[in-house]
């Protein structure tokens, strides 16, 4: 019997390895997803508009809420031509080198051997009870602002969907660093020392408007997906750093309809979700060219000339963008403590770049409470520095309180530029010297 | 250097202020304007007290600007200022109740009722050096304020309006650490305390603003300091690391309790030292003890901060004069001119702080401590005795969601147990050899934090004094902000024996010692107010 059971457990072993290996084949398809066609559907074409009138058509090709907001009038699409947003090729060789040592812990939130690269660039199963756990490793582990990058400066507008009355302003600064799962700027694959083992920081501050000036916001997150976030408050009308409590991560950060939990499209452990994978499918996602885009020429002037995004729709709270067909895994994350604000999340990953365009959020009833745009935007249409740079720019963002009919949008410089983000702007340290 | 040096730096100050400004407005190059940042506000802050009528009515026009400055070889290179103007209206709205005219019955008239034992000492001179020329001589350069230093408490002889202004630097280290030198006047906070000072006290500060319940970063007094920061950043046992000195050379300044005829005059303090015996008798305060320029009376102190791993922690360590008055008792009536001299004592500090982020609680636990050796607290037979302190603050922050309250932004819960133990404790000290005053934060969010309502409460706990504080803010857009609170106090009942008086055989009194015990919430317990303040933001 126990001779039996031995040899049972040793061909499933076997088996599911032989099912985990990763190819250069997998490769290929992960990151050249329209390297020889691009996906189409019957009566879409680029140019075009979906409004009110025709949406019922295209229902298959676009999200819930967005579906809702189209067939309401509150806004309407262009379609853009499906178009390859390549990934750095350092990044997509570190996934070659590593992606066969990469394997899931017994636990949601463990995994070993992921040093650098797309931890499971394999396409995922529905027969895998944990390939949503994977298609979220790959969002965190993803080339998202690569190893580091800077909004500089960053604008975001409370909005009244109603009578689209911009309530509120803030302008900041972004800096995204990675310690650890570096492939690109120097040192790779890692920053030492690095004593808590640091997987990646966020920092931010504020420069408007003037009641909430030098507040600034350092978020460290561990390479231990266990461990809770450090995250560091500095208000700048008390010049004094404060550790925050989660809590605070899953609040309306300064007012905002987004929580830090929400930035990126996630902003959160591996581990504090049910991750279940909902099957791949095309989609339209708001991915483009920022240069072919009409431009906020009010919001932002500077001496590169550059101009942000402009936004438009009912209230003002759609970005004025293309979308284009891709393909997308649909991942399901629901949040496992009960206190939660929500009960889920619907997030549809572009599968190319695993950057997260779109969000639907949905309350503790199960009813959708918002709905998160994230423009991406190819970086050789981009500021001339970012051409080449592989990464898929976060652009532009959306969220809608659809229960409030409230917004916050979001106009963004991003940068990548290794220059802008030293270590030393990741300290807590940065903060009182920053905010003094 | 000297007292002339100060001051030909507060001169230089206020020349570098100036041009800052006058660049900004386009009187300079266009480039150079461009490059300055300028924020500010005007604000009018009207309060009105139970029974007394407006006890407040100040204009503030404050304006911050940072210029970045190009520098070989060192980095970040920024001249940074804040500039404010205050006009307080109410000298001239309510001048019966404030001001060089306001009378009082007796001292103490605005914390307790009539006291027989008040016999003694006649009521505190409003505005001495309006009333009282040899009072005034007595109080030379302390609590001496003329009506329109109260009016325009910025623009004085220390140029006030300058509210900050230093220069800043950093230079990259062969090691890869950065060392940061900032000159200037400025303020330099230690510590994580809320609303109480433990650690906090490099900078004086002006309680006749509004007592001890405005920000602190509007009332501490800045101070001509040199700071060095040397940033080590994380090595192999800490996330972070940084080692600072600095050193306050400006001239000794005390904190600022407010004159007699003030609105917010913090423990009554400046009517007493403004008081004298019934009859014509001497004056309390004989002398202030000033302390003059010198590199033997500059204040010091050095900090090292990091992180390890889930807690951030700092040593800190400070020479700096109390800044609080001593009372030195220099004999019995009919002896001196006056009864007592005021003096500043040298003090030692040594403490630290730590917060940690317990995961199980998802909260923050805060500690502050502090040890001193030096001060000198007030008693009764001798007038003061100097003695080691120990203060420390345990403070709790959590934020709650709790969607009972129609909001699903989170509130926060902040409270602090702040503790005082007096080592070498007498029994004729009014203080108590053991005190606590805890605080609890309440602060909600609505309309996307536009709209937020919070309550402070505090308690003393030797007072038996409560201080609640409701309020609530409403942003009506980026520029526009209104703040409409209530601040009432509670208890400060407490009597203690004054041998001048019979002493405990009297069974004690509120004049002039309860005034210590009875504390900053005790002796205000007459002053409720409603409060509404108007701010304009750019």
């Known amino acids: 019997m126990f001779k039996k059971t031995f040899i049972s457990l040793a061909l499933t072993t076997a088996v599911s390895a032989s099912a985990m290996a990763a190819t250069e084949q997998d490769v290929q398809n992960a990151f050249h997803p329209y390297k020889n066609d691009v996906p189409a559907y019957q009566g879409l074409s680029a140019g075009m508009a979906i409004n009110q009138d025709n949406v019922d058509q295209f229902k298959e090709i676009i999200d819930p809420a967005m579906y809702d907001f189209i067939k309401a009038g509150d806004t309407e699409i262009k379609v853009g031509e499906t178009t390859s947003f390549d990934l750095n090729n350092s990044y997509v060789e570190a996934t070659r080198k590593y992606m066969n040592d990469v394997s899931l812990g017994d636990n949601v939130g463990e995994i070993h051997g992921s040093v650098a690269g797309r931890p499971f660039p394999q396409e995922p199963s529905m027969d895998d009870p944990r390939a949503g756990e994977k298609l979220a490793w790959n969002f965190k582990y993803g080339y998202n602002w690569g190893d580091s990058a800077a909004i500089w400066p960053f604008y975001w507008t409370f909005r009244d969907m109603n009578s689209g009355k911009a309530e509120r302003t803030l302008k900041f600064n972004f800096n995204f660093l990675n310690f650890t799962h570096r492939t690109q700027q120097t040192p790779v694959p890692a920053i030492t020392p690095n004593p808590s083992n640091l997987f990646r920081a966020t920092y931010l501050q504020v420069l408007e408007p003037f009641d909430v000036k030098n507040t600034q916001l350092l978020i460290q997150r561990f390479e231990d997906d266990l461990k809770r976030d450090n995250a560091y408050l500095y208000l700048g009308f008390q010049r004094r750093v404060r550790r925050l409590s989660t809590g605070q ?48 020429a009010d919001i932002h002037q500077d001496e590169d000339g550059y101009q942000m995004i402009s936004f438009g729709g009912k209230g003002n709270c759609f970005q004025n963008v293309t979308w284009q067909l891709r393909k997308v895994y649909q991942l399901e994350g629901e949040p496992l403590d009960p206190n939660h604000p929500i009960s889920k999340r619907q997030h549809f990953i572009d599968a190319q770049t695993f950057t997260i365009p779109r969000t639907v959020t949905y309350d503790r009833n199960g009813s959708i409470w918002k709905t998160f745009s994230i423009g991406q935007a190819h970086p050789d249409h981009h500021l001339p520095q970012n051409k080449g740079s592989g990464v898929s720019i976060d652009d532009s963002f959306s969220m809608i309180d659809m229960q409030a009919q409230h917004c916050t949008t979001g106009q963004f410089k991003g940068i990548i530029d290794p220059e802008l983000t030293p270590e030393s702007k990741m300290t807590v340290q940065n903060l009182r010297a920053s905010g003094k | 250097m000297s007292k002339t040096i100060i001051m030909t730096m507060n001169r230089v100050a206020a020349g570098v202020a100036m041009g800052v400004t006058a660049m900004s407005l386009g009187l300079s190059t266009t480039a150079v304007a461009a490059d300055t940042e300028w924020a500010g506000f005007v604000e009018n802050a009207t309060y009105v007290r139970d029974g007394v009528g407006l006890s407040k009515f100040r204009n503030t026009a404050q304006a911050e600007f940072s210029k970045q400055l190009e520098s070989d070889g060192w980095d970040n290179v920024s001249i940074n200022g804040t500039l404010r103007a205050t006009y ?21 008239e605005n914390w307790h009722g009539q006291d027989t034992s008040t016999a003694i000492l ?6 001495p050096c309006e009333n009282d020329p040899a009072l005034c001589k007595n109080l030379d350069g302390y609590m001496d304020q003329s009506e329109d230093d109260a009016r325009y408490p910025d623009f004085n002889d220390q140029l006030d309006f300058i509210r900050e ?3 800043s630097a950093d230079k990259q280290l062969e090691s890869g650490t950065v060392l940061n030198l900032s000159f200037g006047k400025q303020q330099v906070v230690w510590g994580k305390t809320d609303l109480f000072r433990v650690l906090d006290v490099i900078n004086p500060v002006d309680y006749s603003r509004h007592n001890i319940y405005d920000e602190l970063e509007d009332i501490r007094i800045p101070q001509w300091m040199l700071t060095a920061e040397w940033r080590m950043g994380p090595d192999k046992v800490f996330d972070d690391s940084n080692f600072s000195l600095v050193w306050n050379i400006d001239k000794f300044r005390p904190s600022n309790l407010g004159t007699c005829g003030q609105p ?17 008798g001497p004056y309390v305060i004989n002398d202030v003890v000033d302390y003059d320029w010198s590199l033997r009376n500059s204040q010091f102190g050095a900090k090292w901060e990091g992180v390890y791993g889930d807690t951030t922690f700092s040593l800190n360590a400070l020479h700096y004069r109390q800044q609080l008055p001593s009372i030195h008792f220099l004999g019995g009536p009919g002896n001196n001119f006056g009864l007592f001299d005021i003096h500043f004592p040298e003090v030692n500090l040594l403490g630290g702080s730590i917060d940690y982020y317990s995961m199980d609680q998802d909260a923050v636990w805060r500690l502050e401590m502090a040890y001193t050796e030096g001060e000198e607290l007030a008693r009764d037979t001798d007038g003061y005795k100097k003695t080691d302190m120990l203060r420390y603050v345990i403070g709790f922050d959590k934020n709650i969601i709790i969607p009972e309250l129609g909001t699903s932004s989170a509130f926060l819960l902040s409270t602090q147990l702040f503790g005082e133990h007096i080592l070498d404790h007498e029994r004729d000290m009014p203080n108590k050899k053991d005190n606590w005053i805890a605080t609890l934060l309440f602060k909600g969010f609505y309309m996307n934090n536009r709209l937020s309502p919070q309550i402070i409460i505090a308690h003393d706990f030797a007072a038996e004094a409560t201080a609640i504080a409701p309020s609530i803010d409403y942003l009506i857009n980026d520029n526009w902000k209104v703040n409409a609170a209530f601040n009432i106090k509670e208890g400060g009942n407490k009597a203690f024996p004054w041998s001048a008086a019979g002493g405990a055989a009297a069974g004690g009194q509120t004049e002039p010692l309860a005034r210590f015990l009875n504390g900053p919430i005790g002796v205000a317990n007459q002053e409720d107010e409603f409060q509404l303040t108007v701010r304009y933001s750019f």
């Open chain 2, 264 to 280: 917010y005059a913090i423990l009554d303090a400046g009517c007493f030292f403004a008081s004298r015996i019934n009859g014509g």
């Open chain 1, 249 to 296: 991560v899953t609040d309306a950060f300064l007012g905002s309809d987004i929580m830090i939990e929400d930035f990126e499209g996630y902003n959160g452990r591996i581990s504090d979700n049910k991750w279940t994978y909902k099957g791949t499918r095309n989609m339209l996602l708001p991915m483009y060219n920022h240069n072919d885009m009409p431009l906020d």
């Open chain 2, 165 to 167: 202004l230093y220069i």
């Open chain 2, 122 to 127: 006649a009521p505190g001179t409003p505005f």
């Open chain 2, 88 to 108: 307080d209206g109410v000298y001239d709205l309510n001048s019966d109740e404030f001001g060089k005219d306001a009378q009082a019955g007796y001292l103490g």
